[in-house]
């Protein structure tokens, strides 16, 4: 059938784009340094039932659109059928239009399931629901077979410090799967003191991980210490924390004690405690990350789970999170004057939610490289509510105009899906329109090879280089 929307120069809008994309980014392989892949299922190389399973479950993107256009929550992450969830979507999808879950869910059923010539709808939702799950029974679409099919180099996922990593042990000893799939830790449990019952019972997990008894501060850090040993060993070679944002305080080490024995003793903390608890933690995990050599990276602007009831209903990551309004600039600067006054600012990836703060990340990204690693402090890419066209090129520009975009280590899915993998094409192809659009105004040169490297060293090289990993 004669393609009718995801053509061969989708998003390509002149023909310097054109020869950008098919000459220099197509093709490419992918390092996703951060998802939230499940690596059991990597482990395991799951074979997915059918297209909800492989493609609805979990996404609240596709959940968040369907409740506006007034579908059901048992449609959604209810008890209603695999098939009565994906016809639900099916139906909605004529009405996502000018959204980017659109442009999404077209390119994925084309790259995936050679799905060309049809829209999906709820009239061709049966015949395309055939067709998938007939591919999905065949080899080559498991979990790890995606992988390989996708080009996929390493993915890093997004992993509690008590996780044991045996997982990630069972991927690594089995030489006939090429794709490195690594642990990133992620330790937002060891800063929420909100709750002195949550955070004991938190400790508590941690104590048995790292078989240090949890008696006070000194062996606290001493049982972080041996799990951040333990994840390096494993191949992690980055952190990151999920901030609504940097809440650094001063505080002394007395109080970073004292803190401490009140918490661990179940009292709860007043707001300045908290403050001063949590302002420690991310400087000693950033030393920690310095020590080795890691990239840290902070998830800045995210109002969480703002609907309780539905909280309540549906539980967390099922799509009623926002973007939040926080002071970021100042506190983060103070953080990593702190750090880098110490001589343990590590490399750092900052990513924000809210687009009115790019230009100030942006611009804070450039108050501190230091010569010692190209690119070393990152502004990362357009996530989660920017993960889309005008968000992708926001960035772009903000990090064009205040420092350097040919530094910059380029997309990551941030996702749980395995259907992910063509959100790297789509910012591939939004990049080389970016510079194409640049090229035929002749404010970029119109040297083809110039500009070519420059698209694939944002697109592969630079985070080979950066994060360096064993590929």
């Given amino acids: 059938m004669t393609d009718i929307f995801i053509t061969e120069d989708f998003l390509l809008q002149n023909e310097k784009s054109v020869e950008l994309y098919h000459a220099y980014a197509e093709g490419l392989p992918i390092i996703d340094y951060h998802c939230h892949l499940p690596p059991r299922e990597v482990a395991e190389d799951r074979r997915f039932e059918n297209l909800t399973r492989i493609w609805l479950a979990g996404d609240h993107y596709k959940w968040r ?10 449609l959604c992450t209810g008890n209603a059928s695999d098939w009565e969830k994906f016809h639900a979507w099916a139906a909605t999808t004529p009405r996502t239009l000018c959204n980017p879950v659109y442009h999404w869910t ?19 939702a049966r015949d395309i629901w055939e067709e998938c ?3 999905l029974a065949s080899s080559g679409f498991s979990a790890r077979g ?6 996929v180099k390493a993915a890093c996922t997004t992993d509690d410090p008590t996780d044991g990593l045996e997982h990630h042990a069972a991927i690594a000893a089995d030489k006939s799967f090429a794709v490195k799939v690594y642990p990133a830790f992620r330790p937002d449990k060891a800063l929420a003191v909100e709750s002195s019952e949550t955070f004991n019972a938190w400790l508590d997990r941690l104590q048995s991980a790292a078989n240090v008894e949890i008696r006070n501060l000194v062996t606290f850090i001493e049982a972080l210490h041996k799990r951040h040993d333990f994840f390096h060993k494993m191949g992690c070679r980055l952190s990151d924390h999920g901030l609504e944002t940097v809440p650094w305080t001063d505080y002394t080490e007395a109080e970073f004690e004292r803190i401490f024995r009140k918490v661990r003793g179940g009292a709860a903390l007043a707001p300045d405690e908290i403050a001063k608890f949590k302002s420690a933690m991310l400087e000693e995990f950033a ?8 990239t840290q990276q902070f998830h800045l602007g995210a109002l969480r789970n703002v609907n309780s009831r539905m909280l309540k209903l549906a539980g967390p990551d099922s799509g009623f999170d926002t973007i939040g309004d926080f002071e970021i600039a100042r506190p983060l600067a103070r953080l990593l004057d702190r750090l880098d006054s110490r001589g343990m600012l590590p490399k750092t990836i900052l990513y924000n939610l809210n687009p009115r703060d790019n230009m100030a990340l942006a611009a804070m990204t450039g108050s501190f490289q230091d ?10 890419g357009g996530w989660w509510f920017l993960d889309q066209k005008d968000g992708m090129e926001d960035q772009m520009r903000a990090l064009s105009n205040t420092g350097l975009l040919s530094c910059f280590v380029g997309m990551t899915t941030d996702s749980r899906s395995f259907m992910s993998y063509p959100r790297h094409e789509y910012f591939r192809r939004i990049l080389c329109n970016f510079l194409g659009g640049q090229m035929q105004k002749g404010l970029l040169p119109d040297d083809m090879k110039l500009v070519g490297r420059l698209v694939r060293d944002v697109c592969f090289n630079n985070a080979a280089r950066y994060f360096g990993f064993e590929i």
């Fill in 65 to 74: 659109l369907m409740r506006a256009a007034g579908v059901e929550e048992r």
């Fill in 106 to 124: 077209h390119l994925e059923l084309k790259r995936y399931f050679g799905i060309s010539g049809r829209l999906l709808n709820g009239q061709t």
């Fill in 133 to 135: 799950n007939a591919k």
């Fill in 146 to 151: 995606i992988m390989d099919r996708m080009k």
């Fill in 287 to 294: 030393v920690l990350d310095a020590q080795r050599g890691w």
């Fill in 371 to 380: 010569g010692s690693a190209s690119g070393k402090i990152q502004f990362g």
